[in-house]
Structure formats: C-alpha cells, structure tokens
C-alpha cells in the first residue's frame, strides 16, 4: 500500500498511514503530487553578514598598519611610530572580531582576550626598550584577574564547574608562565609571579574541594589520571 497523502510505502496489514494517521484508499504506484504537508525547500547559500564584515576588518586592519608602516618610511626615520601601532590594531581587530562579533564560549572569550592584551602589552614593552614592566605587574595580575573572572562565574551555578572546566584548567596552567619569564630574565620582579602561581594553585585546590564528583571525574580525565 502506498498512502496517498506522504507517498510511503505502508504494510498491507495497517488500515492508517503511520506518519499522516490517515486511511488508506488503496494502492498506488507513485506518490501523490502537491502534497501540502511536506513542502519542498530549496537550500541556498547565503553569504552571512558576520563573514562579510570580518573580511571588512581584516582588511581595514591591514591597510591601517600598511599605511602606518609606508608612512613612517617615508617620513620620520629616527622615531618608529608604527611598531607602537600595530599590535593596538591588531588588538582591537581581535577584541571585534574574537569576543563581540563571535558566538565562542565565554571561557575561550576570557583566555583569547587575555593573551592578546599580554601579547600586545609585551610588544610595547619590548618596541619602547624599557624595563620589562608588563611582564613584571600587568601580565601576572590579568591572569590572576582572568582566573578570578572564571572563578566567579562558575560559583553563580553549581553546572558551569563543568562548562568551564577546560578554560579554568588552561588559566591555572598560565599562571606559571610569570615564573617562566622570571627564570628565563624577561621579569625582574619574583613576588608578582609567585602570587600569580600561588594563586593557580590555590584555585586548583578550590575547585578540587567545592566541585562535585563530575567535575573531579572530569578534570583526572582532561589530566590523564
């Protein structure tokens, strides 16, 4: 039997069509022809506008930082303007696109943000030529701020312990990364970077300690053990 209303095959044994609840009336070879109950829908491809203004930025960016480049060749020699430009358009192309514009997890908004902003701070720092002041007290405090900001966040609901995991993990493991610059003489400030990793760990413990058994189970599963 072939309903005449859906156009699917139906065991002679039913009296009903199992998808439209209707009788049948008899056999049939083909479907029937205008069925209402199922339109037909055409999928076209349609340029988004959140793709076409992303392609805008990148392009606005880098015509700003060209321009800002061929400029400072063709006038000024002796200051580099430019090198203290770019990494604040890049920036600000990152913070648009990456955190305003972009439908990416709060976590992964949290943790790109920071290490833009520290990767842009350090850029300065190393074009101005001075002593490593992002390194030694503006980096170590994002990432204990970042940290706290997750933190937060997660203590609002009892379900975000999970959902936050994996950034929470990846923020703790930044927080060594002061000690990291110390070591390697990119900071020459310690108490900063031993806060930050003492932070880390404290967090690590905290949510060790308030977290429910879900969330234990999945951090040793993230930590291999």
Known sequence: MRCESCGV??????AT????????????????VGNSWYPVYEAVEEQRASSLLSKWLIFIAVSVIGLSVLINIL?????WWSLYLMPCVLYAWLFIRHTLMSKSHLGGKIVVQLLGLSGMLLWLNVAAGTNYWSTGYVIPFLMMAATLLITVICCTRKMRWREFAGYLLTLILLGFVPLLLYA??????LWTAVAAAVYALLTFGGMCLIADKGFRKDMKRRLHF
């Open 9 to 14: 095959s139906v065991d002679p044994a039913h």
């Open 184 to 189: 390697v003489g990119m900071s020459h400030v």
């Open 17 to 32: 069509c199992p998808l439209c609840r209707r009788n049948l009336h008899g056999k049939g070879d083909a479907p029937s």
């Open 75 to 79: 006038g000024n020699h002796e200051v």
